[in-house]
Every structure is written in structure tokens, then in C-alpha cells.
């Protein structure tokens, strides 16, 4: 069976002008700032004048323990975006940006798949429209500012054995390479040598400070509050110390803005900030979920990871800090999962073992009482391989059903909102039936 890469169906995706897109949402173009015909950020402005509207119904799309190539759950998320504008809600799809990391990994990058792709595909999975070269630019000024800081005389005693800032750059290199090194080599003229390193740019708190902020006096204000070194006695040293928040907030100021595109289906899509699950909340950024929540009748969105981590970051941060109240929540899994955790070797996934996939499926048992525990209402989607057969699908059907749950076949990689119509009804009833008593 032959199929098309995903780059082949995104270059052939019929996309409007973004204009347009946001016209769907009710935003004029005067707060539309384009980057080129197919993506634009939203401006503050236009933000702002949201304030007081109702908000949509939010829909956390989160996932069981992944097999190395990932469950699908962005591909899922962006499917049941089309599928819930296909049976006639305004919905919105708010995900994260893609880190170039691990783009050129295996893991590829973070516009979803198939049918269900957000485009422009590429451009979101490299340079995009800046936000993590400002980010980068960001964490690395408050570096610099340490460094020159001390050999300018140290004036606030910073202990050079207890700089816990260091330095960031968006590539794999810093994983081997630049993950432990010696600055300030080379005599007086270049300072005082001392061990440091670097980490990813989406490992940067100035990354997880972003998405968790309100507009540009909440981001300085956080930034402000950054722990850089400790002195000899062990007293913190904050970014503003060294009057560093007001400069880095200036490199941030475009990035804080939320990027709009669309879906292969012309639907709206904001795709916005990008930390980490492991390291800090793995959720896109507030921003641009509560604009998402004032434009849209529902909003998808989804949380790093699968529902152990991702999930309860989403619903323990992100809600909590934000004040979200999410009315409900799709878990993603696959058959392919349900074998891996019950003990199938890679190279086996894709043939026939339903004693496999029934042993694989407390795990997924697990993530659905861990969202249950939440008080929010869950439904899982199978994500549909070829490979799968009926029997094997039937195994999943029957043990989420004994969790007091549904779990429903989802086609969408193949066939777009056509393949996820029953889910997002599903979705539709359990949020409008008010059954969600969110609490963290």
C-alpha cells in the first residue's frame, strides 16, 4: 500500500490566505501581522479587547506511555479540531511549536500527520516565525550579564561556584558536545574561568516563563524573578538584580504574541511556545489558549508526554496558574502501544497478537483513572494503524469499557475530519453535559 509523506501532503494542501483564517475567528486584519501569506501574529491590542467575552469549552488531548515514534497525539489533536468545525462547531486547535532539536531526530516534528497536519508544515518545524531564536537570544543575554557582571567587580558577591544559569541553543549539540564546557579561557582580557553549560532552548525557563504569561508586565515580572547564582552565603541572585528583565522582556516582546496558521482544512490553528513535558509544563502558551477560548466555541489543545506527566502538568500547572477549567479529555492510544507494553519487540508491532495488546492494557487503565482523578470526563480515541486488525481494536474496545469508559476508532491520519466524526460527537456531549468537575 502506497502512501504520500507528509511533506508531500502539506506542499499540495490547498491553504487560504491567513487573512482569511482569521476573519473565521473574527479577527481584523489590522491585528493580523503577517509573516508572508500563511502565518501572522496576533496583536496585544486585539487581545486585550477580548477581555469579558464568554470562553469556549476547553478539550485536553493527551495520550498513553508512547512507543519511540510517538501515539499520534498531535496528529489526534488536529484531527479532532477539523472534526469538530466538519459537524458544525467554531473550534480551534492551540498546540505548541516545534523544536529543531528533536526535528532532525527521530521523532520528527510537531504539525501532526497525514490528513491531519497544520501547515505550513515545514516552516512550523524550523525557523517558524522566530519566537525561539528571540527566546534563545533571551536566556543567553541574562548569561552574558552574569558573566560581564562579575568581571566588572562583582558588586553583588555572586559566588562563581553557584551560577545555576546557563546558556541554551535549539539543537542536539548541547545534548554530548556543550553539555558541560569551561568559559572565559584565554587570560584577564576574557574574564574568570568557570564551569558551565548548555541546555536545549525549550529546557529554558525563559521558555516555560512565556507560556505561562499573561502579557508583558506579568513576563517581566517572572523574568524578574529568575534565580541566576547564589552568594557565599548562599543568598539568591535574581535576573533583576543585575537588571537584566527589562532587556530580556524587549527581545521578547514580538515572541509573547501568538502565532495563528491553519489546518489542512482550512480551520484556524494557534501554534505557540513549546516547553518541554519533562522539564517544565509542556503545554503551549496561556496566551494563546485564553485568546483561543474567546474566539472559539471549543478549543483542542494538548499536554506533553502521556497523561502521567503531560495531563497532570496541563491540569496541576497550567489550569492552576491560569484559571482554565478543562470539559473534557481524550486519551490517544494504539494498538501498536498496547503491544509494546505487553512486552512486543519493536519489530513485531505490526503483527497479530491480541493476548499482547490485552496485556498491554492496564497501562492504559492507568492514564484513564489518573484523568478521572482530576474530575474531568475522558474518552479515549484509538489512532488507527493499517496494521491493526479488528480483533485487536475489539480487545481495546471491550477493556476501556470495563474502566467505565469508551473508546472509539479514529481514521483521521487517513481520511481527515471524515475519519474522527464519531469522537468529536462524543466530545460534544460529554462537555455540554456538564459532567466535568475539574479540580486540581
Same mark, same amino acid.
Given at each position: 500500500m502506497a502512501f504520500k509523506t507528509d511533506i508531500e501532503i502539506a506542499r499540495e494542501a490547498k491553504k487560504q490566505p491567513i487573512m482569511e483564517i482569521g476573519a473565521k475567528l473574527g479577527i481584523p486584519s489590522e491585528h493580523l501581522l503577517p509573516y508572508g501569506h500563511d502565518k501572522a501574529k496576533v496583536s496585544q491590542e486585539f487581545i486585550r479587547s477580548l477581555a469579558g467575552r464568554p470562553d469556549g469549552k476547553l478539550i485536553l488531548v493527551t495520550a498513553i506511555n508512547p512507543t519511540p515514534a510517538g501515539e499520534g497525539k498531535t496528529t489526534t489533536t488536529v484531527g479532532l479540531g477539523d472534526g469538530l468545525n466538519r459537524i458544525g462547531k467554531r473550534a480551534v486547535v492551540c498546540i505548541? !511549536? +516545534?523544536?529543531?532539536?528533536? /526535528?532532525?531526530?527521530?521523532? &520528527?516534528? +510537531? @504539525? &501532526? &500527520?497525514?490528513?491531519?497536519? *497544520? *501547515?505550513?508544515?515545514?516552516?512550523? /518545524?524550523?525557523?517558524?516565525? &522566530?519566537?525561539?531564536? +528571540? %527566546?534563545?537570544?533571551?536566556?543567553?543575554?541574562?548569561? +552574558?550579564?552574569?558573566? /560581564?557582571? #562579575?568581571? =566588572?567587580?562583582? !558588586?553583588? @558577591? #555572586?559566588?562563581? $561556584?553557584?551560577? *545555576? =544559569?546557563? $546558556?541554551?541553543?535549539?539543537?542536539?549539540? $548541547?545534548?554530548?558536545?556543550? $553539555?558541560? %564546557?569551561?568559559? /572565559?579561557?584565554g587570560g584577564v582580557a576574557n574574564g574568570f574561568p568557570r564551569q558551565t553549560g548548555f541546555d536545549i532552548t525549550v529546557a529554558s525557563e525563559v521558555m516555560a516563563i512565556l507560556c505561562l504569561s499573561n502579557d508583558l508586565d506579568d513576563l517581566q515580572k517572572r523574568l524578574g524573578d529568575i534565580v541566576v547564582a547564589y552568594t557565599r552565603e548562599k543568598k539568591p541572585i535574581y535576573a533583576r538584580d543585575i537588571k537584566a528583565d527589562g532587556a530580556m522582556t524587549v527581545l521578547l516582546k514580538d515572541a509573547m504574541q501568538p502565532n495563528i496558521v491553519q489546518t489542512l482544512e482550512n480551520n484556524p490553528a494557534f501554534v505557540h511556545g513549546g516547553p518541554f513535558a519533562n522539564i517544565a509544563h509542556g503545554c503551549n502558551s496561556v496566551i494563546a489558549t485564553k485568546t483561543a477560548l474567546k474566539l472559539g466555541d471549543y478549543v483542542v489543545t494538548e499536554a506533553g508526554f502521556g497523561a502521567d506527566l503531560g495531563a497532570e502538568k496541563f491540569f496541576d500547572i497550567k489550569c492552576r496558574k491560569a484559571g482554565l477549567k478543562p470539559s473534557a479529555a481524550v486519551i490517544v492510544a494504539t494498538v501498536r502501544a498496547m503491544k509494546m507494553n505487553g512486552g512486543v519487540a519493536k519489530a513485531d508491532l505490526g503483527a497479530e497478537n491480541v493476548e499482547a495488546v490485552k496485556k498491554g492494557c492496564p497501562n492504559l487503565g492507568r492514564h484513564i483513572g489518573n484523568v478521572k482523578g482530576f474530575g474531568v470526563p475522558v474518552v479515549v480515541a484509538i489512532n488507527h494503524f493499517y496494521s491493526d486488525t479488528d480483533a485487536e481494536i475489539a480487545a481495546v474496545k471491550a477493556y476501556v469499557a470495563e474502566q467505565g469508559a469508551e473508546a472509539i476508532l479514529c481514521k483521521h491520519w487517513a481520511n481527515g475530519s471524515a475519519g474522527i466524526e464519531e469522537l468529536a460527537h462524543k466530545v460534544v456531549q460529554m462537555a455540554e453535559s456538564g459532567a466535568s468537575n475539574f479540580a486540581p
Open positions: 505548541r !511549536e +516545534a523544536s529543531l532539536g528533536p /526535528n532532525f531526530g527521530m521523532k &520528527g516534528g +510537531a @504539525a &501532526g &500527520g497525514g490528513m491531519a497536519q *497544520v *501547515v505550513p508544515m515545514e516552516e512550523m /518545524n524550523l525557523h517558524f516565525t &522566530g519566537d525561539f531564536h +528571540a %527566546i534563545t537570544s533571551a536566556h543567553n543575554l541574562l548569561s +552574558a550579564m552574569i558573566d /560581564n557582571h #562579575i568581571y =566588572w567587580g562583582n !558588586e553583588l @558577591a #555572586i559566588d562563581e $561556584r553557584r551560577i *545555576v =544559569w546557563r $546558556r541554551v541553543m535549539d539543537m542536539n549539540d $548541547r545534548d554530548r558536545a556543550l $553539555r558541560d %564546557i569551561v568559559v /572565559n579561557l
